[in-house]
């Protein structure tokens, strides 16, 4: 709830920015982060300020450790950025910012017919559930190259494409009953939640890949 208002002040703070700014570029994009809208204002001829909201939900089964997972990927950031403009002829630029985000996966695991594989091992365990998440902090850092937004631009519609990464180390919370940790003991557990934090660490690196339109004022 407490991201949702602060990303709710965030565009609100786009939509007045936007108001009294002399020339800048409202913008729609779509990729790897979801579908979003994001508002540019130039600071000089080779800078300007930038922030976005972008979101997406997918129902989604993903396998993590020895366990299959349904569940649904939650997408929701909000992001500022500082552009800088190396080239004067060019649209070309380097981007660096803060997302503030709610991303995660989370899902059930799939019961093979009342059983469970922990640490390699099956347990019969039926009526017993297991249920993960995996989030990304908070804040993440940002740096990337693009296009588009260029502060001397005139106005009417133009492109623009972002390519970065944002860091930051997954976090995974695992639930299991009480039965079944009865059963697997619990080393199989932690073992098994330590599997599918190895799994996730993979992705601290978050690729993000936007494209989409713009229009100047």
Known sequence: MKFHFVAAALAAGLVA????????????????????????????SW?????????????????AGDLDYSGRL?????????????????????????????????????????????N????????????AKVSYPTV????????????????????TADLGVAYGKPHVDYQVSPQLVAIAGADNINAEVQSVQSKANRYRWYPILQVGLSYRF
Do not use: C, E
């Open 140 to 159: 993440m850092p940002y740096f990337g190259l693009g296009f588009g937004h260029k502060p001397v631009t005139t106005r009417g519609l133009g492109f």
């Open 120 to 131: 390699g091992t099956s347990y019969y365990a039926p009526g017993s559930t297991i249920s």
């Open 47 to 63: 800078a300007g300020l930038r922030a976005d909201l972008n979101g997406f939900g997918l129902s989604h089964t993903f396998h």
């Open 17 to 44: 920015s936007a108001a009294h700014a002399d020339v800048g570029d409202i913008y729609l994009q779509g990729g790897t982060q979801g579908i979003g809208i994001g508002y540019a204002q130039p600071l000089t």
């Open 74 to 118: 939650h997408l929701f950031s909000a992001g500022t950025y500082l552009d800088l403009f190396p080239i004067k002829s060019s649209s070309f630029r380097v981007s660096a910012g803060l997302l503030f985000n709610d991303d995660y996966a989370r899902g059930n695991a799939v019961s093979d017919n009342g059983s469970y594989t922990i």
